[in-house]
């Protein structure tokens, strides 16, 4: 089972890292990272450099494909290669898979047209501004397409569909090797539960929020 | 801030995504990925490649020292530059922190003695061998060092240590930024939890359980 996982200058690492650690797990399971040139990117805030192994040239029938988020998804999005990539690894993908603002990547692709699918709480909009039918749902299957919301959550999108692909068993082997009981200090985790303060905080932070204009939907 | 994460070959990715994740959020602060030799580190599993941007010689008082596990902590902590680096570093540091087998380096480097400690469960027995006091607990404190369970329990660590570090509300504001409103399909990331088919499954399988031999503690 090949798997793709796509990287672009400021990427958010967590989308990217927390499904590779579940996914690399699954039995017979070849992760690759892959750009739309090989070599190091750079992650959002600069800190942290991760190679991309392949072209996305090299990489042309992966079974499951991963698109994460980060502020590097508006170049991604805005057309070129790496979206056209997207949209022929799809035909012929299994699954095709989003973290976070990875979901707009897909949407700009035309792959979510009129289907359910998540992103980043605060990427809602812009998702249904892009075509798709948003849901407030940590993990959204729609068919092959699996999307997953903001950054910590593809580390359970990952468990789902390893539960899919391989059993229930093998996905809580996984879940038990990377100690996967999460207890976060805080139930603060989603705008439905974090205090108001703190959500219009972010929400006024939000590039999402600052007027920016929207790829327009193929 | 300065926040030096520790790189070896063979570690864990996750280990040190999931805190760098939090812990770049924290105003002022600089992640800065250190190795031995600066360059590419090779994960675990050879699928995936990190950059360390800098010697361990170049960065010689990290506020912050994270130290991630995975198979390469028996090269880490069998001594050498590496484990001097840590123990040298560790006498400036505002924080010494560990993920999963990660805690069996600080260990190794005499800075766990009698002291509380965590670790991957699969390694708990290993921890106590090398002299530390080991907990089945997520997140240990113990004065300035600070070790978390397996893999992804280095996420709840870093928001625990957010929320000392600059309050309740910067934490929050980080876990939902990242959207940490973790939704496992399973209850099963424990042994406490998991079937005990799959906790054998995963004793039998361990390189702990296969008389790998204890680096003495110093």
Redesign the interface.
């Known amino acids: 089972m090949n798997i793709a996982i796509l990287l672009y200058d400021k990427l958010?690492?967590?989308d990217a890292?927390?499904p590779?650690?579940v996914l690399?797990r699954l039995p017979g399971a070849?992760?690759?990272?892959v750009a739309q040139t090989p070599g190091?990117v750079r992650t959002d805030?600069g800190?942290?450099?991760?190679?991309a192994?392949k072209a996305i040239d090299e990489v042309q029938a992966p079974d499951i494909l991963l698109v994460p988020g980060g502020p590097g998804e508006v170049a991604a999005r805005a057309g070129g290669p790496t979206l056209d990539w997207v949209r022929t690894a799809h035909e012929t993908t299994t699954w095709t898979t989003s973290v976070?603002t990875g979901s707009l990547v897909l949407a700009a692709a035309g792959l979510l047209n009129g289907r359910r699918a998540t992103s980043?709480?605060l990427a809602l909009e812009q998702l249904a501004r892009l075509g798709a039918q948003p849901v407030s749902e940590?993990?959204v299957f729609d068919g092959k397409i699996v999307t997953a919301?903001?950054?910590?959550?593809g580390?359970?999108m990952a468990?789902?569909l390893a539960?899919t692909i391989a059993g229930?068993?093998v996905?809580?082997?996984i879940?038990?090797?990377?100690?996967?009981?999460?207890?976060?200090?805080?139930?603060?985790?989603?705008?439905a539960?974090?205090?108001a303060e703190?959500?219009s905080?972010?929400r006024r932070g939000s590039r999402f929020e600052q007027g920016e204009v929207a790829a327009a939907p193929r």
Not at 30 to 33: C, D, G
Not at 149 to 153: H, W, Y
Not at 175 to 191: K, R, V
């Open positions: 958010t690492a967590l890292i927390g590779y650690e690399s070849t992760v690759t990272f190091p805030n800190m942290l450099t991760i190679l192994e976070c980043h709480w940590r993990v919301a903001g950054v910590s959550a580390i359970d468990l789902a539960a229930d068993q996905a809580q082997a879940q038990l090797g990377i100690e996967y009981d999460p207890q976060p200090p805080f139930d603060a985790g989603s705008p539960k974090a205090p703190i959500v905080l972010l």
